[in-house]
């Protein structure tokens, strides 16, 4: 009977309930997506207790997956899908090079003026970025929206620090870049740390005997009208991490950037004459064009 399903006919049945789907892609991404899977647990003889041992892990990632930690963003990067992702669909040539995500991005974040502290108050070695945006033929692209986000002197991103913030953000903030197409602000030296261990994406990490650090990095996201989106990081050149394999594979030689030291008693790029070291970073975002 039809209804007798096996090892064999299996993975075609199942494809074959999808052949009503309206949606062509979604239609496609299925009938693929059953192959595969079909295709791994018969190579690999997956056995019951195998199974349920993925579904069980599938569970906890979910329930670290809160609107402030996302463990499922953080499962995809340390199997390098989304970077993979990012190549398939960013060959960007003449732009700037873009990278993931990364699972600390929030849309909670405040509104900041060119030129403020983005810390939130949060000490540590004060840090002035200027930056660009321009198009490939180096005109500037005004009015583009610029969200920026990194970690604290430690390591640690705000949302890993709830409780000692009172729940508010730090060191992260949405700017827009003027007429000139350019964006700065103050905030505070970034460090290299770990990825979250404590989840279940730990435990992957662990089982395989790899390092979970990440060399020092600035988030940043830039949109503007006419223009595709650039998801971006940029990496302290002389991060003791750096030529180590990112546990995220995101790092990238053409996003290093020269954080140069200053010491007391020279001044800010915003004129102040600094009672303390600081670092400064210029970069200029090259944004490509909006094809669709």
């Not at 340390?78 to 600390?104: E, K, M, W």
């Not at 903030?173 to 990825?195: C, K, N």
């Not at 750096?242 to 008693?265: I, N, P, T, Y």
């Amino acid at each position: 009977m039809a209804i007798d399903l096996t090892e064999e006919t299996i993975t075609a049945a199942v494809q074959g309930t999808f052949a009503g789907a309206r949606d062509a892609r979604l239609r496609e991404l299925f009938v693929s997506l059953v192959q595969h899977l079909h295709d791994v647990a018969r190579e690999t003889r997956l056995t019951s207790e195998e199974w349920f041992t993925a579904v069980d892990f599938l569970e906890r990632v979910g329930h670290l997956s809160p609107p402030t930690r996302q463990e499922f963003v953080l499962l995809s990067d340390i199997l390098g899908l989304s970077v993979l992702v990012d190549q398939i669909n960013h060959a960007r040539g003449s732009a700037t090079d873009s990278t993931l995500l990364g699972p600390f991005y929030v849309e909670g974040r405040p509104r900041a003026e060119n030129g403020a502290d983005i810390s939130g108050g949060v000490t540590g070695m004060p840090l002035f970025f200027s930056g660009g945006a321009v198009d490939p033929e180096g005109r500037p692209v005004a009015g583009a929206y610029v969200d920026t986000w990194h970690s604290d002197g430690e390591g640690f991103y705000d949302v890993q620090q709830a409780d000692r913030l009172n729940g508010e953000t730090a060191m992260r903030a949405l700017l827009a870049t003027d007429d000139d197409g350019r964006f700065w602000f103050r905030s505070i030296v970034p460090r290299y740390y770990p990825v979250p261990t404590e989840g279940p994406c730990g435990e992957i990490l662990r089982a395989a005997g790899r390092s979970p650090m990440r060399p020092e990095h600035i988030h940043f996201w830039l949109h503007a009208k006419d223009h595709e989106s650039l998801v971006t990081m940029l990496f302290r050149g002389d991060d003791p991490y750096l030529e180590k394999r990112d546990a995220v594979f995101g790092a990238k030689s053409s996003l290093v950037a020269d954080f140069v030291q200053h010491d007391a008693g020279e001044t800010a790029p915003d004129g102040t004459v600094m009672s303390e070291p600081f670092q400064t970073v210029e970069w200029t975002f090259v944004l490509a064009p909006d094809r669709r």
